[in-house]
């Protein structure tokens, strides 16, 4: 009986993660599927710039596996102005780490992209989508500190969910920015980073929320 109840708790925490790592690929195929509608020279910029944007993201993934049991100690132990304090901290680490990543990423752009040797017109566009792409890494990383905070909470849904919300609105905006409104690959770029905006607003949203219920929740078992 106990080890169906192990299983069944590695299943529930594990399939939303790898659902994430099936669907974080997506977005990237989103903005080429797009593209191609376009024309060869977009889709050749929106692919090398995915593959630089997606090599350098994966760098910071350590963030999101060092939260998850930490947090979890930490509310198993109900050490609640430690847990507290540490999501503050991590939350404001993400967006600094972010935005220092996006400058890094865009002072670069240019050296990475012609390190592919690709034509002076598909350069000047990936430049253009890398550099508007980077602009969302720091709702990006905000989103994956959330949501591993969450999962520690005993909530890896929240994972997938912000996932399904990425994928969706990239590819509505992306859709709409880039073919409807014509605005090209800088469309494409820009619904790239709303999408990770629109996702880490909900997720931190529910991490708030989770982290008052949490709080009062303590509070009120040390009252009685």
Do not use: C
């Not at 050749?44 to 998850?68: D, N, P, R």
């Amino acid at each position: 009986m106990k080890n169906e109840f192990e299983k069944k708790e590695v299943w529930l925490n594990s399939y939303p993660i790898f659902l994430w790592l099936v669907s974080e690929p997506l977005v990237g195929l989103i903005d080429s599927k797009i593209a191609s509608y376009i024309d060869i020279d977009v889709l050749s910029a929106v692919g090398i710039g995915e593959t630089i944007y997606f090599v350098f993201i994966w760098i910071f993934i350590f963030l999101a596996y060092g939260t998850t049991p930490y947090v979890s100690s930490l509310q198993a132990t109900k050490q609640i102005d430690k847990l507290n304090y540490f999501i503050s901290f991590g939350r404001k680490s993400s967006l600094l780490i972010g935005i220092v990543s996006a400058g890094l990423l865009i002072f670069v752009s240019s050296q990475l992209i012609n390190f592919f040797e690709p034509t002076p017109n598909v350069s000047s566009k990936a430049i253009s989508y890398l550099m508007l792409r980077s602009l969302g890494l720091p709702f990006y990383l905000l989103n994956m500190h959330s949501t591993a905070v969450l999962r520690g909470m005993k909530y890896p849904k929240i994972k997938l969910y912000s996932s399904v919300i990425v994928g969706v609105s990239n590819v509505v905006l992306s859709y709409f920015l880039g073919i409807v409104l014509n605005f090209g690959i800088t469309g494409i770029a820009v619904s790239s980073s709303i999408a990770f905006l629109i996702s880490s607003l909900y997720s931190t949203k529910v991490l708030i929320d989770t982290q008052t219920q949490t709080t009062n929740s303590v509070i009120s078992e040390e009252k009685k």
